[in-house]
């Protein structure tokens, strides 16, 4: 390598920023990889990847036991999106699946009937519960399934503690993912709780990945039980406020829909209209003791980014829909951007 291309890539690498994603869910795993592909295109290395440290903070608090395995469905998803193994016309699980285990369990009665696992992903499971039963940490083994493909990413759990978010519903508490799958979040809800989480600590690297970022991006997840979780942990909202660089959120709510799931049934339980403009004041404005410097709206709730703007919530309105790769890596792109307009530690970011 000659100097001056030398100093070329020095001067790249040095320009490319730390980015951080909070996320969780399909919609969240799909903005991930459009976050990985708009940093290789911004501050690509030679190998075809980038020179931007980018690091996921999944949520855990959809996580359970079944059948004496351990369960992690979003860092799972997080991880086969990124492996690009993941099954994208069912949304969730691993492509080319099968399901006999799965059949066999119902045959013995054992497992919930209505909670499907495929071949592929129970033998993620075994792995996972194998090595905390070894007495791995959560973090460890995050890190030893993440390490299979080439992400290009540094996936962290939000916490190593057991903390599974419960629903109080009309016919009583249930485990969440009974409330979402089996019954599709159509039982009215009261309320979300994750046992333990108040006495949870962030997982290793959670709090330091925050404070070195450059750029702090919220997934357009679900407020309430993807993200929701991970700002409970003690200490992780803290240091969203606390980041050095620019905090920026995209909207899962497009013309008062939730884009994907069943996110209205969620917000409703706790008391909020599934609105952008409600998620958005929920979240609040940094500077008015919040956690956003910009609240990312789709173009069809234009009208509502003058009422965010008062509140202190830059609202840029752009396209939301991640339809295929590219429009991931679109949105992705736009939220950097957003980043680079709020903050002046990315003076010589250039847009994409």
Same mark, same amino acid.
């Given at each position: ?88 016309? !069912?949304?969730?699980?691993? $492509? ?11 045959? =013995? ?40 493909? @080439?992400?290009?990413? !540094?996936?962290?759990?939000?916490? *190593? ?17 009974? =409330? =979402? ?52 942990? @003690?200490?992780? $909202? ?5 980041? @050095? ?31 952008? %403009? ?15 410097? $910009? =609240?990312?709206?789709?173009?069809? *709730? ?31 792109? $736009?939220?950097? %951007? ?15």
């Amino acid at each position: 390598m000659n100097g001056a291309i030398a100093a070329g890539v020095d001067a790249a690498h040095a320009q490319a920023p730390r980015i951080v994603v909070l996320a969780g869910g399909v919609g969240g795993s799909k903005f991930v990889v459009g976050v990985r592909e708009a940093a290789r295109r911004r501050w690509p290395d030679a190998a075809g990847g980038t020179h931007a440290e980018i690091t996921v903070i999944a949520n855990t608090g959809d996580d359970l036991w079944l059948s004496g395995l351990r369960l992690q469905p979003d860092v799972d998803s997080m991880i086969y999106a990124l492996a690009g193994v993941n099954d994208t016309e !069912r949304g969730w699980g691993r $492509a080319q699946e099968s399901e006999r285990v799965a059949a066999e369990l119902q045959a =013995w009665g054992a497992g919930w009937p209505w909670f499907t696992l495929g071949d592929l992903d129970l033998g993620a499971h075994i792995a996972r519960t194998g090595w905390l039963r070894e007495g791995a940490s959560v973090t460890e083994v995050v890190d030893r399934l993440a390490s299979r493909w @080439p992400l290009g990413v !540094r996936l962290l759990p939000m916490t *190593d503690a057991e903390v599974d978010t419960h629903v109080t519903t009309v016919r009583g508490r249930m485990h969440f993912q009974e =409330w =979402w799958t089996r019954h599709r979040a159509t039982l009215p809800a009261h309320g979300f709780d994750g046992p333990g989480i108040a006495q949870s600590a962030p997982a290793p690297g959670v709090r330091e990945a925050l404070a070195a970022a450059d750029i702090v991006l919220f997934a357009p997840s679900n407020p309430v039980v993807s993200l929701g979780p991970i700002l409970a942990v @003690p200490g992780i $909202a803290e240091a969203v406020r606390a980041a @050095p660089g620019a905090v920026v959120g995209v909207s899962p709510i497009i013309s008062g829909a939730p884009v994907r799931g069943m996110a209205d049934a969620c917000l409703a339980a706790v008391g909020l209209a599934a609105t952008a %403009d409600a998620v958005g004041r929920h979240y609040g404005a940094r500077a008015k003791g919040g956690l956003l410097d $910009a =609240w990312l709206i789709a173009e069809e *709730d234009t009208a509502l980014a003058d009422g965010l703007e008062a509140v202190g919530l830059r609202a840029p309105v752009r396209p939301l829909w991640m339809r295929d790769f590219d429009t991931a890596a679109a949105l992705a792109i $736009a939220a950097l %951007d957003a980043a680079a307009f709020e903050s002046t530690a990315l003076e010589g970011y250039q847009k994409l």
